[in-house]
């Protein structure tokens, strides 16, 4: 009997509730499932991928300890087309979260696209509502402009909240800098 993987991509910086959401769903509908970290060039990151591998580790550890029984799952970085990588490990479908309608327009382009050129199929789950605006970008914007991180905890694992709050501290981070430039002109 043939085994159903999937990888479920995206650039995971920082992984969010959302994604975790979503990973748990995609676990009751496949045999194994990879988390792949990849890298996205339109966007910069902010944590490097030996961090982002080892923050999505153990957070998928404490959610597979968490919820027990669903598929298993593993974490791994690749570079270059996930359609490459889903080929290389033998995946059936390519699993996405969606957000909203927005989402779902970009991402059946690109589906459709990954079908055409790769024959790979796509799965989308939708995530929970409460995570239907939480999204890397907006963490990262809350965190570089003096948010308060404790009000994150509905949106990120709190091993997110941590990194966060070490990067911000770190005056020699880029996050660091930019948190003491922004307080820099709130007191201005």
Do not use: W
Request: glycine residues 8%.
């Amino acid at each position: 009997m043939a085994r159903h993987l999937a990888v479920y991509t995206g650039s995971f910086d920082p992984i969010t509730l959302g994604h975790l959401d979503v990973l748990a769903r995609a676990r009751t509908m496949f045999d194994e499932v990879i988390l792949a970290i990849g890298h996205n060039p339109s966007k910069p990151a902010l944590f490097s991928f030996d961090e982002r591998l080892s923050l999505a580790r153990a957070c998928v550890a404490d959610m597979v300890e968490a919820k027990p029984g669903g598929a298993p799952v593993r974490v791994e970085v690749y570079s270059g087309l996930t359609v490459d990588f889903a080929r290389q490990v033998g995946a059936a479908a390519i699993v996405r979260g969606i957000r909203n309608v927005s989402d779902l327009a970009a991402e059946c382009q690109l589906a459709i696209t990954n079908r055409q050129v790769a024959g790979i199929e796509t799965v989308f789950v939708v995530t929970g509502e409460s995570f239907a605006y939480t999204s890397s970008s907006l963490i990262k914007q809350i965190a570089a402009f003096g948010g308060e991180l404790d009000k994150l905890r509905p949106l990120v694992p709190a091993r997110v909240i941590t990194a966060l709050d070490r990067k911000r501290n770190d005056p020699h981070d880029p996050l660091g800098k930019l948190a003491a430039e922004h307080h820099g002109e709130a007191e201005g």
